[in-house]
């Protein structure tokens, strides 16, 4: 019999060996997951600590989790969103996967969430379609060289570093055009020591009206995401600018970000920025 419950550190003593099958893909150039400790890495910080996190167990073993939490969206109202569902590769066929994915929208359900969204690789597309999950939109990663980056220049529009932060900024905590929590992804990374990175909020007539994040991914390149209120919206190409060129100190060749496939023309309006699809889908479902 399954049981679903509140996940706890103990639990990833088991989840390495969910990861091991499931997450073969990632890490690669660490060597993929070989120890508990960053099995434990994965859930633990200020960022993670927003986060839902429901595993199944079954017979005294974990064999699945599912991490999800709430995101505000300025045309959705407050949307769930599924960040990952892991199930271990000898157990996918069995109802594991559906029962977290319920459980998990009980829970969201219960914040007043009316939408879940998530975003799945292409061959596990058929597991959403079946619990009523269908795409929506695509995803587009985007690419330019930093000198490239136009710098934008008013005073209208006041930068703002946010220095030392200890837990995720509450102007962190939406999305508009940003792909659903990239935004707090990213600044969760930085805040948590994970990555090198800087976190920026923006700010007209005394109010916030973007916020961006940076990271060096290495000595050539720097990702960020960047998004905008809805009274910021005429003030986009500014925030994204001037989150983007934040990362010129490090001496960066060039920066990426990802976002929805449908906000693209906010950056090309300003900069010739190289695209492509990405592979992933995001799929939606209506509580």
């Known amino acids: 019999m399954v049981t679903i419950r509140q996940g706890m550190m103990k639990d990833c003593t088991?989840?390495?060996?969910?990861?091991?099958?499931?997450?073969?893909?990632?890490?690669?150039?660490?060597?993929?997951?070989?120890?508990?400790?960053?099995?434990?890495?994965?859930?633990?910080g200020a960022?993670?600590?927003?986060?839902?996190?429901?595993?199944?167990?079954?017979?005294?073993?974990?064999?699945?989790?599912?991490?999800?939490?709430?995101?505000?969206?300025?045309?959705?109202?407050?949307?769930?969103?599924?960040?990952?569902?892991?199930?271990?590769?000898?157990?996918?066929?069995?109802?594991?996967?559906?029962?977290?994915?319920?459980?998990?929208?009980?829970?969201?359900?219960k914040k007043k969430v009316v939408r879940v969204v998530a975003t799945t690789p292409p061959a596990a597309y058929n597991y959403w379609m079946k619990v009523k999950y269908f795409a929506r939109g695509s995803i587009a990663n985007l690419r330019i060289s930093l000198n490239k980056v136009p710098e934008k220049r008013t005073n209208k529009?006041?930068?703002?570093?946010?220095?030392?932060?200890?837990?995720?900024p509450k102007s962190m905590k939406f999305s508009n055009i940003a792909y659903p929590s990239a935004l707090a992804e990213l600044a969760g990374n930085v805040i948590d020591g994970r990555s090198k990175g800087i976190l920026l909020e923006f700010q007209s007539d005394g109010r916030v009206i973007g916020v961006g994040v940076v990271v060096r991914r290495n000595t050539k390149t720097a990702s960020f995401v960047a998004d905008v209120t809805k009274k910021g919206i005429g003030f986009a190409d500014i925030v994204i600018?001037?989150?983007?060129?934040?990362?010129?100190?490090?001496?960066?060749?060039?920066?990426?970000?990802?976002?929805?496939?449908?906000?693209?023309?906010?950056?090309?309006?300003?900069?010739?920025?190289?695209?492509?699809?990405?592979t992933d889908i995001p799929v939606t479902r209506l509580l």
């Open 14 to 44: 088991d989840l390495l060996e969910v990861y091991q099958g499931t997450r073969w893909f990632y890490r690669t150039r660490e060597g993929g997951y070989t120890t508990v400790e960053q099995i434990k890495e994965e859930h633990r």
């Open 47 to 109: 960022a993670f600590a927003r986060w839902g996190w429901l595993v199944a167990e079954e017979k005294g073993r974990v064999v699945g989790e599912i991490v999800f939490r709430t995101e505000k969206n300025p045309i959705a109202g407050k949307i769930g969103i599924i960040r990952n569902l892991d199930i271990d590769v000898r157990q996918q066929k069995e109802t594991i996967g559906t029962k977290l994915t319920r459980a998990a929208e009980g829970a969201l359900k």
């Open 157 to 168: 529009v006041k930068t703002i570093k946010i220095k030392d932060p200890q837990k995720l």
């Open 241 to 278: 600018s001037r989150t983007a060129r934040s990362a010129i100190p490090w001496k960066v060749k060039s920066v990426e970000t990802t976002i929805p496939k449908d906000q693209v023309d906010v950056y090309t309006s300003f900069a010739k920025w190289s695209f492509e699809l990405s």
